[in-house]
């Protein structure tokens, strides 16, 4: 190592390291030493794989084998077992120098990072839960009230009106009577509000590709016109589907819009949309020719709330969510297959 370059190892709060092809630490700076908890001679002595968690072993060996082929290694994630038997999270950045057989490499903890990531899932999962029983509550309050509310107003309709001389008593007694059917009415629309609800998360329509698409076309024009978008559309398989209007354009509005947000620089989005049925199946495939996604890293985070996968400013990572959960929601299921500059395609699978 450049002896200039010594000091900024040895006192760098990030974990750096060389490695050899083999597989084997060949240099380590005290950082690293000190979070995994073995000495240098320990850490050199055993194979690197030995040292990283048993469920990232076999993933972290074929970017390894990546790296080898002088592929650099940019934002991956793996874990490691410390000495003490403590999990670890590390964020790394790997070159080759193939000339060299070497392998320059810089780790960052997250395991902080992490762990606020697995509460906040924790804490979005309780919140959904108490969600829905404060939902049950309110439904099963407004149902229970009519009964001691009915009996008020029976009660209410038995007073004889003619056999009181008072006149304030009169009005009084017709005000409860008043209220009372007001509150009977309010109770009822309520109670019909919750089951019109309910009732729309499952009541599904025949719903026209084609009009659907239309429609979303037109909303949008001139942000396809200015991008260009080259469309290819094919409903003839399948032009419509038992499904709900407004889901199905929201789906198309998400990934078109999508799909112009992320196109490749200097390239026009190009979109193929058409419709499948086979082995009695209903499909929807859509595809463009996008910047598309590194599945190995984000495969499993595609369509999880608040999740961002390029630098748009103004990317809120809510719009692939919403396509799956308007999918789900209604019985069907949704793929996808990406791959970095290459596009990507969703496959949509209809409830039958």
Known sequence: MNPQLEPFFEQSMDCLCIADYEGYF????????????????????????????PEDQERTAA????????????????????????????????????????????????TH???????????????????KKLKQQNYSTAHDLRSPLNNIMSLVNLIDLTKIDDADTK?????????????????NTYIDSYKEGDV?????????????FNKVQNSINSLIERASVKFHIDFS??????????????????????????ARPSIPPEITIRTIQENGEKKLIYADNGRGFDMEKVGGLIFKLN?????????????????????TSLGGSIEIDS???QGTTFTIRFKV
Do not use: C
């Open 171 to 187: 009005e009084i007694l017709s005000l409860i009577q008043l209220s009372a059917e007001g509150l009977k009415d309010s109770m």
């Open 113 to 131: 990072v992490k762990n606020l990531e697995k509460e906040r899932i924790s804490h979005l999962s309780q919140l959904s839960r108490i969600n």
């Open 200 to 212: 729309l998360d499952m009541e599904m329509e025949e719903v026209d590709f084609k009009k659907a």
């Open 237 to 262: 398989a399948m032009t419509t589907v038992n499904f709900k209007d407004i889901y199905m354009e929201s789906i198309f509005l998400n990934l078109i819009t999508n799909s112009i947000k992320y």
């Open 307 to 327: 999740q961002k996968f390029h630098s748009n400013e103004d990317s809120k990572g809510v719009g692939l969510y919403l396509v799956h959960e308007q999918v």
């Open 26 to 53: 060949v240099k380590i700076n005290p950082a690293f030493i000190k979070l995994l908890g073995y000495s240098e001679e320990e850490l050199k002595s055993k194979l690197i794989s030995e040292f990283i968690y």
């Open 339 to 341: 791959h970095v500059n």
């Open 63 to 110: 970017f390894r084998e990546a790296l080898k082929r002088n592929v650099p290694l940019v934002n991956f994630e793996n874990r490691y077992l410390t000495k003490s038997g403590a999990l670890v999270w590390l964020h790394w950045t790997s070159i080759p120098q193939e000339n060299e057989r070497l392998i320059y490499a810089i780790a960052k903890d997250i």
